[in-house]
């Protein structure tokens, strides 16, 4: 996208305290994480906790979270800007293993946890030293997430919690798990429990994922297992029976803020597909000075300009205290399903030098294809969606 | 699902018309060569299993020698003229079952040794002796080498390798890359310009055999996210040429007309890979089971599923369209590129939905969808991209 249009699109949506930290966190970024990336990906693996120790020592973990909490007492844009930044970086194993940690599971933390599952676990995660992860799919429970088997048996103290997690996020890197545990009683959408559980927990076994299309470095866990694992009361979010509750409540907003990270990637990727068509020539002419291919990228830049407004209007419903599920929905499904396509044509774009393993774009488009996928598929949108719309069928 | 057909009786009756015969391309018997493949693939499971195929080293040469030996090449290849319309389908026969095997990824070097270095060789005059006959039983193969690192891939006029003489033998200089099945090939079929004319009498690029083992051949095999192992980059430095097969300003000409059949018969292949991973993923939906039911229950799935289905049912039928053209023995540029063009994106939508369907298990590796879509992006490149076929389509 390019730079004006992007710029036309935040008018008036950020401050300039928001604008500032922009700044530094694209500076930052510049120069602490994107030269490494390259080596990062090769080896299969990102250094997360010095990328989160480094973004806590500058205060910019947690900036929207209450003061009481370990956070900032910003507001939620603070954390678009840092999801559009991450959106920037040209590894999403980078992106998506942050946002998980500061924008699914910490969330979870700071609104329904109790106080200890606080200091055990939210203030040490805004420093960067106590990396968080989210297992709630399992091989039965994708799309069904109050399939879960996974179950937790109230014991004196805590819950007694078996089953097998799969398919985790920095689950390789991570010190703690938000697990959603169903109790031998539940009935969606009550009935469940979120624990947090450290990897160190007695019981814990966690093993790696096969190989994927893309976050190939995302550490990626294949299972998490848990074998009678002792989690106490005090590490439970949210009440007994309310984890389904709490785990979809924290998506919707969620949702959102990754919708903004998948934005910031395809515009970026438009940006640099121009710049190389602007360079390479075929027939005489540049092959982005092509009727076809200038057509092509600017209906891309209006879908991507006109899905901002989607997301920023649904963050600003959030943080005035409105209903943003409908938007939460929309926007996910759009983001998810134009950077998939973004992505998909600026590879076909970039010829085929665009099918090395190494280069940016292909990396993109084998990452960004997991936004239709995870944290709610396109189908679980568009069903959200009827629903909210009173068009359910049932 | 019913049949359309004559009401049975009627056909036969005394006096009616004869029956009616059908004008669809096609209508010559493959059964025996399909019994045929049926066998090879259940012999050859384990150089066919999906996960060889995803290493930087799959087994190439022992499917192309196991594949030559078992006979598909020669069943699908025409002894004469007349054998064409026969062999033709034979290909397309051998192209629509190894869409199915190995998540459709042996296919692709088959399609290579058989559809483009094989059958260009047979139509160049200077090819040197039993060259094409010995790789018809898999024993040798070449690759095409034509697209560059630095400049030439739609277009060609930005050739930089150059064939050169140096006192009486003539060398080769520049890199070449993406092309397919080099890094397993014995013979490299090389374009490359001849600005002083010491290939023949014109300026121009020329087509030239070059030993893969020669001296100033260096060949590493590409890290890419299709076609996993099986393009090469290749460094040419003074190597020797050891035949002319094109003279300078004569080799694009040859490939022109190349081209028309490599196209046609990729086409053939993306729309039998669009088909298998479709299937698949309704299969896969028959098992898969969310919010108590299965995945096929929903009737979003089962349209989209239709949908594809009609797709996959239209391309086809363009494609063989195709096949029938280059039977007849000429198949227009622009119809050509418009099997190519509708089949690269046939085969992108199948496998992006498709993979979409199979959820977290779609984007694993090994996935047949996952394969196919990795591919098909390389495929909407490979052999001329979508654009430059939307071009010759306008030239009509
Ligand atoms: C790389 C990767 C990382 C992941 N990271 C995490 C993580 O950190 N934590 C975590 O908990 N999970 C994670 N997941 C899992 C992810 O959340 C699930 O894949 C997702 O919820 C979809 O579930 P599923 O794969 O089981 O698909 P399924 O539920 O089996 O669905 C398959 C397909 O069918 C569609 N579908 C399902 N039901 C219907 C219906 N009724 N009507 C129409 N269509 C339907 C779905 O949208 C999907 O496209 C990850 C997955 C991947 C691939
Ligand atoms: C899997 C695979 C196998 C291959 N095998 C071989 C092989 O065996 N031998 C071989 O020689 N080559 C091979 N290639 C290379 C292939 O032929 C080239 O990739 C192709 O010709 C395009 O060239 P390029 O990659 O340099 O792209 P470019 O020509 O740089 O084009 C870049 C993009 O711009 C578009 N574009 C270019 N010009 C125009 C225009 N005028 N108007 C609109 N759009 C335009 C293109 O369509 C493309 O999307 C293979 C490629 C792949 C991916």
Redesign the interface.
Known sequence: MTATLTTTARAGWFTEAEDRLREELTEHFARQVEPHIPAWESAGEIPLRDILTALGERGMLGLRFPVERGGAGHSAWSHVVLAECLGELSSDSVGMSVTVHNDMVAPMIAEAGGPEAVERHLRPALTGRHLLAHAVSEPGAGSDVAAVATTAVPVDGGYRVSGTKQWVIAGMYADAYAVLARLPEAKPPFGYVLLMVPRSAEGVTVGPADPTLGMRAAGVAGSVRLDEVFVPQSDRLGGHGLGLVTQLRQFEPERIVSACRALAIAARLLRDTRARLAERSTFGESVGSRQEIVFRLARLEADIAAARQLAYTGIDRWVAGGDHRTVSAAVKLRSSRLTRRVARECLHLYGAQGQLTEEGVNRAFRDARLFSISTGSDEMMLTALARLNGWADD | MTELSTAPGLSTAPGAPAPPVSRAPGGIPTEVFRKQLAEFSAARGELLAADRW?SQDPPVRELLGAAGAAGLFRAAWAVDEADRPRALWHAVELHTAFARLGNGAPGAPLLTHLDVATRLLATLPAAPAGLVERALDGRTTAALAV?E?GGA???L?SLTTAVRRDKDTLTVTGEK??ISNAPYADHLLVLADDPEAVTGSRTGPALLLLEATAPGVARET??????TGL?GRIRLDAAPVHTVLAPGGHGLLRLMRHWIHERVMVAVRMTELASAVVDHAAEAAHHR???GSALIANQ?VRFRLADLSAQVLETRAAVHHGIRLLAEGGCPMAYAAVCKYRAAELL?TAA?EA??LS??D?????HPA?RA??DG??L??AGG???LM?LQIDRG
């Open positions: 995803e697209t690192p891939g739609s277009d006029a890359w993406f590409l890290d890419t996210s299709g076609h393009t089971r969310t919010f979003q992108r992006d993979l979409q959820g977290a779609g984007y694993r590796t090994g996952q879509l990795r992006l390389g909407a490149l991209t979508d654009e939307l």
